[in-house]
């Protein structure tokens, strides 16, 4: 079945670097937008980034813009995060998820998620 | 830079329908989507397009959106919806997340 597994979140301490990595299974991986998406504790949805089918389209929310860096390895079914100048407020449950992107006949684009993993938790304190 | 406004709360008796707005400006021009979010769990995507539900979602969610406001609907709602929902828009080729609605059902 269709499937995205997150790993590799944990506690680091400010100013540290974490990778996360996002397996996904049961779909054609490369034919996919991917994405980032946080959740703070008690708070709302945070889209962090995504990546285009080819990797040659990167977008960052602008608070993690220069210290995070989004890539995929469509041999490996794989997407990462590195994540490094770690801060308190990326303190969070990091989602990975499918995109689908595209434009309607009249000519409007689409963007929304219709696969999310189950989230790797990351903390950043001293 | 681009905002979606929900209501922080919204509250519905069992059986009956339930409606959480979404506000941002000239919405209606773009694409709106929502997520379910469930206590402890992942978002679910229940509405796409607009109104369009993907394959397993109840046919009780339904979608709109229109001027400045899109709307997810609930008809006969029931305890399981109880949930956080989200919306969510793309614009300036960013993802852009409404703050959430807490939906009660009692």
């Known amino acids: 079945q269709v499937q995205l597994v997150e790993s590799g979140g944990g506690l680091v301490k400010p100013g540290g670097s974490l990778r996360l990595s996002c397996a996904a299974s049961?779909?054609?991986?490369?034919?996919?937008?991917m994405n980032w998406i946080r959740q703070a504790p008690g708070k709302g949805l945070e889209w962090v980034s995504y990546?285009?089918?080819?990797?040659?389209?990167?977008y960052y929310v602008d608070s993690v813009k220069g210290r995070f860096t989004i890539s995929r390895d469509d041999a490996k079914n794989s997407l990462y995060l590195q994540m490094n100048s770690l801060r308190a407020e990326d303190t969070a449950v990091y989602y990975c998820?499918?995109?689908?992107?595209?434009?309607?006949?009249?000519?409007?684009?689409?963007?929304?998620?219709?696969?999310w993993g189950k989230g790797t938790t990351v903390t950043v304190s001293s | 830079s681009y905002e979606l406004t929900q209501p922080p709360s919204v509250s519905v008796s069992p059986g009956q329908t339930a409606s959480i707005t979404c506000s941002g400006d000239?919405?209606?021009?773009?694409?709106a989507c929502w997520y379910q979010q469930r206590p402890g769990q992942s978002p679910v995507l229940v509405i796409y397009?607009?109104?369009k539900r993907p394959s397993g979602i109840p046919e009780r969610f339904s979608g709109s959106n229109s001027g400045n406001t899109a709307t997810l609907t609930i008809s006969g709602t029931q305890a399981i919806d109880e949930s956080d929902y989200y919306c969510?828009?793309?614009?300036?080729?960013?993802?852009?997340f409404g703050g959430g609605t807490k939906l009660t059902v009692l």
């Open positions: 998820a499918r995109g689908e992107y595209g434009i309607t006949a009249t000519a409007t684009w689409y963007y929304y998620m219709d696969v």
């Open positions: 969510q828009a793309w614009d300036s080729s960013t993802v852009i």
């Open positions: 990546i285009s089918r080819s990797g040659t389209t990167i």
């Open positions: 000239k919405l209606g021009d773009k694409f």
């Open positions: 397009q607009d109104s």
């Open positions: 049961g779909f054609t991986f490369s034919d996919y937008y």
